[in-house]
């Protein structure tokens, strides 16, 4: 048999429960307020990235419609935030053609990037004999013939931001820059041993 107090003592007990779990309700949505509060005032900026450079080991087409490439590109980013620094994870860079992929990708190893600070990679993409689409051959032709294509140096790969000691969570990056590549006559490249260096200073795209 139940006695009223008890039953006094369960209903007591819930209502603490329930004041524990509103207490911890409204502390987080403080903490929430505080760092979305803090993130608005401080206004993070995407990351900059410039292709420098480019220098051409290897850009060969034979029949039927193979590419071989070889290249190495020299990017450097900064970070404009004064107060906000910048975790880089995983980050593939990779050569394409009109859309389509022609360089293995190359892993940037993980790198913190503080406050304005400026950080220069120089991977070396390859591609040996991949097969060019059908529906990109005919424009490789063309490209080959006029003396001239267009490269897209592409980074994907995750990214972190740091305020204090608070970390967020990860973000997509996408960067995109690119690569005006002459050969033949129209050559704009410095002979270089064996490879033609291309001086760009290009901006790249980038999306967070």
Known sequence: MTSSKDCGNHGHKHQKLRRCFAGLLIFFFIVLLVVLLVWAILQPKDPRFVLQDATIYALNVSNPNILTVNIQVTITTRNPNDKIGIYYEKLDTYATYRGQQITLAYLIPPTYQGHKEIITWSPFLSGTAVPVAPYNAIALNQDQ????????????????????????????????????????????GVVIGNAVKYQMASTCSVSV
């Open 145 to 188: 013939s006029y003396g001239a294509l267009t490269l897209i140096i592409k980074i994907d790969g995750r990214v972190k931001w740091k305020v204090g000691s608070f970390t967020s969570g990860r973000y997509h990056l996408n960067v995109k820059c690119v690569a005006p590549i002459t050969f033949g006559a129209r050559s704009s």
